[in-house]
Structures are given as C-alpha cells and as structure tokens.
C-alpha cells in the first residue's frame, strides 16, 4: 500500500460545477498538507497548504484535512475550463518537505468541459 | 526574480549510457530537491541537498546520484541507465529556516528523459 492514495480519474464535469478531489494517507507523521497543480509540460505549482487539520479558503479553492481520518480533500468550486489540469496531493512531516522531500499522490487528471 | 531553471529539457539515450542533468534554483534558495515522475509510481523523492551536503534520499537505486554546488545550483547522475528511468525529473527549490510558517517548494518545469 502507497503511503498516499489519490484516484487517478480522469475525472470530467461540466464548467460552472463543484470539483471533489480526495487524498487518503497512512503516515500519522505527516504534519503539512499540500495541493499541487500540474498543466501538460509544466512543473507543479502549489496550490494550498494546510498544517494540521481544519479548513483553509483561497477564493474558488478550499482545502479540508482531517487528520483522524487521515483523509484530505480540495474542492473547486465555480470551475473554469483553465481549472483542466493534474492536481496532486502532497505531505510532509517538516515545513516544505525539508530533508524528508514531499509525498505525493498520483495525481487527479481534471477536465472541466465548456 | 527568476524561477527555477532546468537543462536539458529534453534527452535521449540508450540503455547503458549515463546522464547528468542540471538545476539552478531560484536566488536565494539554498535547498534543492529532485523528483522522478512516472505515469506508474507518480512523482518520487530521490534526494535533496541543503549547502552542498545531501540530507536524505528517497528508496532509488545507487545509480542515481547527485551534488550541490557553492552556489547552490545542483546536477543528478544516473549511471547505467534501464528502460524503467524514461520519466520526468523534477527539481525543486525552497528557503530553509526563515521563520515563517511554510517553505514552500517550488518546482522547474523538468527534464523529460527517454532511454532506448
């Protein structure tokens, strides 16, 4: 079993829809919680970060970790054909990854259909 | 301020032969990290250099090496290569110990590899 388990898709809806996107993890350790977004030939790009749990909002994004559960999810609201990209889960024990690197997911494959 | 750059942004080569790719990481930064992303495994951690000394590495074979320069900017070597290294190589970089309350990687836009 991966230390992080994110469901590849692809996942398709239609513009103007909510998106759920989810990530379990096994590692108790894992402090910070991170969402990446990848475009086709591009490096990730963070999206959000959380430390610990509880909720973060950033405009059209809102990020929801629950540590018990060990369960982390970030929903798009609003979403916009641009929003079309690889989001990835990602975590860590140390603030940035530190020595330890960050831990992804697979990565969610999103297409938002005009 | 520029991002984090990455040379070669595309290669190819035969099984056998060896690589070194090259990073600079963004003004300042002195903690580079690099990962390999593969449709199979995702993105990996293979090591990361903080002042020139290696801190950790991910679970990779001894084939995969790197360095830091002075200067912060950091190659990776993959000696030997196999089939099974075709794949992105990302860098990343970020701040180490600034006090604030995330150090956020930033990544390059990745060397491509195909090995024959």
């Known amino acids: 079993q991966k230390e992080v388990e994110q469901d590849p898709g692809p996942l398709s809806v239609p513009e103007g829809a909510i998106v759920s996107l989810n990530c379990t993890y096994s590692n108790s350790a894992f402090q910070y919680f991170m969402w990446y977004r990848q475009y086709s030939r591009k490096g990730p790009e963070l999206l959000m970060y959380t430390y610990s749990s509880g909720n973060k909002e950033d405009g059209r994004f809102t990020a929801q970790v629950d540590k018990s559960s060990k369960y982390i999810s970030l929903f798009i609201r609003d979403s916009q054909p641009s929003d079309s990209a690889t989001y990835l889960c990602a975590m860590s024990r140390e603030t940035g990854g530190g020595a330890d690197g960050l831990t992804f997911g697979k990565g969610t494959h999103l297409i938002i259909q005009p | 301020k520029a991002g984090v750059t990455q040379t070669p942004r595309y290669l190819i080569k035969t099984r056998g032969q060896q690589v070194t790719l090259s990073c600079s990481p963004i003004?300042?930064?002195?903690?580079v990290s690099w990962y390999q992303q593969t449709p199979g495994q995702g993105l990996q951690f293979l090591f990361e250099?903080?002042?020139?000394?290696?801190?950790n590495k991910g679970n990779f074979p001894g084939r995969f090496s790197g360095r830091q320069f002075s200067n912060s900017r950091s190659e990776m070597n993959v000696s030997t290569l196999e089939l099974g290294d075709s794949a992105l190589y990302l860098c990343?970089?970020?701040?180490?110990?600034?006090?604030?309350?995330?150090?956020?990687?930033?990544f390059g836009p990745g060397t491509r590899l195909t090995v024959l």
């Open positions: 990343a970089s970020s701040l180490v110990g600034t006090g604030k309350s995330y150090n956020e990687q930033f």
């Open positions: 003004s300042g930064h002195r903690s």
């Open positions: 250099y903080f002042s020139e000394t290696q801190r």
